[in-house]
Each structure stands twice: as structure tokens, then as C-alpha cells.
């Protein structure tokens, strides 16, 4: 029933930037805590991003502190993920996610999307 679907990934060059979105149905985005998590071949999924319920409270991975920003817009049920000056080892599959409150965002969250992919090409 819950669906988080993930747009605007591709394939760009370092120092490029992108933004993700993510768009939730099922559900009522602004009661819940929200997120991107991201895989990169063969490795484990990472945390990279979670926002809380009205976005007074933001939380990053220190890989990317500092260059992504995590938004969101309840009015249109909907997560953003800001990628600038992308690096190749940002390459990888972004997944949006939700969870109840911002720290079980960042470990176990409670609904995934289908993932976009982002590449980044030196």
C-alpha cells in the first residue's frame, strides 16, 4: 500500500550536482520522518541523509556533510535530496525511506523506495 518512489538520478561528472526526489503515496509524508539511504556495488547499504517530521531537525553521514541537504515539502508529500560537487564514490543506487521518528531513520527504517541511480564519471 505505502509507496516511496525515487527521481532525477542519472549519470553526471565530478562537481556536478543533482536533486532527488522522492514521492510518497499510502501514506501522510508530514507524520513521518524521512531519509536516503545508498548502495554502491558490492558494498553495504549506508545512511546518507534523514529529516524529521516538519524539518526543524536534518542529520547527515560525514561523507557528505557539508555538499548534500535533505528538504522536504509535506503541501506535496514529498523528500528531496540536494547533491552537489558529486564525487565518483558517491556512485550508487539512492534509496528514499521513512520511518517514524529521525533516529530509526538512520538504522531501521520502516518503508523503502525502489532505489534511482546516480553515477558519477570522473
Known amino acids: 500500500q505505502v509507496q516511496l518512489v525515487e527521481s532525477g538520478g542519472g549519470l553526471v561528472q565530478a562537481g556536478d550536482s543533482l536533486r532527488l526526489s522522492c514521492a510518497a503515496s499510502?501514506?501522510?509524508?508530514?507524520?513521518?520522518?524521512g531519509g536516503w539511504f545508498r548502495q554502491a556495488p558490492g558494498k553495504e547499504r549506508e545512511f546518507v541523509a534523514a529529516?524529521?517530521?516538519?524539518?526543524?531537525?536534518?542529520y547527515y553521514a560525514d561523507s557528505v556533510k557539508g555538499r548534500f541537504t535533505i528538504s522536504r515539502d509535506n503541501a506535496k508529500n514529498t523528500v528531496y535530496l540536494q547533491l552537489n560537487d558529486l564525487k565518483p564514490e558517491d556512485t550508487a543506487v539512492y534509496y528514499c525511506?521513512?520511518?517514524?521518528?529521525?533516529?530509526?531513520?538512520?538504522?531501521?527504517?520502516?518503508?523503502w523506495g525502489q532505489g534511482t541511480q546516480v553515477t558519477v564519471s570522473s
Open positions: 525511506v521513512a520511518a517514524d521518528i529521525l533516529v530509526v531513520v538512520t538504522t531501521k527504517p520502516f518503508y
Open positions: 499510502g501514506l501522510t509524508f508530514s507524520s513521518y520522518a
Open positions: 529529516i524529521s517530521w516538519t524539518g526543524g531537525a536534518t
